[in-house]
């Protein structure tokens, strides 16, 4: 990734600024009432994550119970596997087939990412459909593909991946809450959940006025939880359309609500814009968790939270054929759009 290809430059309207703005107000929310009993600090807590939703589609969390050695040791793995050659990394690269692992040719919106991934699918077999072509009724089981260097990888992401399960339900816990609906409203969607943890690693960039660790886009499961590293980089697009940097803070959590929930609650919380810059010095690390549902749930906007004056805004999608049909454009560079929620909206 010496010197930059045109591939990796973003049109001028979606360059970042080098001098960036700080997400003043940027909602820093602290989960340890879910630790105790308190009752009426669970509700003050069930409104923050409201207004949080609401306003930014995004928030940081503290307190959140997932052990810091979990964070550290999964940092430091990855680390040690992107640290390897090219040579070492690309033989756990992902293929037409085999779908998860190590890949450095991620595009968003047609341009290339400063970026190389690893991914890993939280449990496994994963379950999706073969194919986008809704006749096409077969199921394909995906495995992850480990590398020999650093060998306790496996077991680091396994460990990790159970914290974030633990820590997503809890979050939507709080959701269905925020939303007038019972604690559990969203668990049986995610009993077969179809999740996934990305290594994420931003190598320098020599022109990182011009490209981008990852494009502007928008999360396409249900939750992302993001553990980012102290050199900072990730932007949200604010309510108000400016993009702001979120600042990091240690040991924090970054949470934000993907499409599927912007569907559930039919738009009261809608899953919002971000994106990565790069900068000319420092390498960058993060690790976003995934949380999507089965493969076979039909997303659609939940029955409360509908009626003759709010009438449903999307029509009814099959979580795995969507993702099937990203995965394949991911993969083969086609010249159309990637499947969106908007393609499922109502118009009205
Ligand atoms: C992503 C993402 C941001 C970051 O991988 O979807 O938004 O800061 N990453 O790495
Ligand atoms: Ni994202």
């Known amino acids: 990734m010496g010197k930059v290809d045109p591939a990796f430059i973003q049109e001028p309207e979606h360059r970042p600024r080098i001098s960036h703005i700080e997400g003043e107000g940027f909602p820093l929310i602290d989960l340890s009432p879910l630790h105790s009993n308190n009752v009426s600090a669970i509700e003050g807590l069930v409104k923050e994550v409201g207004k949080a939703c609401k306003e930014w589609g995004f928030f940081q969390v503290i307190n959140h ?5 979990k964070r550290q040791k999964i940092d430091s793995d990855s680390r040690k596997f992107f640290e390897q050659s090219l040579e070492k ?3 756990v690269r992902r293929t037409e087939k085999l779908v998860l692992g190590y890949y450095d040719t ?4 047609n341009v290339r990412d400063w970026k190389e991934v690893f991914d890993i699918a939280v449990e ?3 379950l999706i ?3 986008p072509d809704l006749d096409d009724k077969e199921i394909t089981e995906l495995y992850n593909q480990w590398p020999e260097y650093p060998p306790e990888l496996r077991e680091t992401c396994q460990d990790y991946g159970q914290e974030m399960v633990k820590l997503a339900c809890k979050l ?24 996934l943890i990305r290594l994420n690693h931003y190598p320098p960039c020599p022109t990182p006025e011009l490209a981008l660790g990852v494009g502007r886009h928008k999360d396409g499961g249900a939750l992302t939880i993001l553990a980012q590293d102290d050199v900072g980089g990730l932007e949200v697009k604010r309510k108000d359309g400016e993009w702001v940097r979120v600042k990091p803070t240690p040991d924090a959590y970054i949470v934000n609500v993907g499409d599927i929930i912007q569907v559930w609650s039919n738009d009261k919380y809608e899953s919002v ?17 995934f949380f999507n549902p089965a493969h076979y749930i039909m997303i659609k906007p939940l029955e409360e939270l509908t009626n003759e004056q709010n009438p449903a805004k999307y029509r009814a999608y099959n979580w795995g ?13 086609l010249n159309v759009e990637n499947l969106q929620i908007s393609h499922f909206r109502i118009s009205d």
Not at 65 to 69: H, I, K, Q, S
Not at 273 to 289: L, T, Y
Not at 321 to 333: E, G, I, P
Request: no cysteine; hydrophobic share 35%.
């Open 65 to 69: 119970g997932v052990p810091l050695e």
């Open 124 to 126: 496994e077999p994963a």
């Open 172 to 195: 939507f816990e709080l959701i269905a809450l925020s939303l007038g609906l019972p604690a559990d409203r969203f668990h049986s969607f995610f009993k077969d959940h179809n999740s």
């Open 106 to 109: 991620e595009h968003t919106k």
């Open 89 to 91: 990394k690309r033989k």
């Open 321 to 333: 054929k969507f993702t099937a049909s990203r995965r394949r454009s991911n993969f083969q560079k």
């Open 273 to 289: 814009e971000h994106r990565a810059m790069v900068n000319s010095e420092k390498e960058r690390f993060s690790v976003p968790f």
């Open 129 to 131: 459909p073969a194919s």
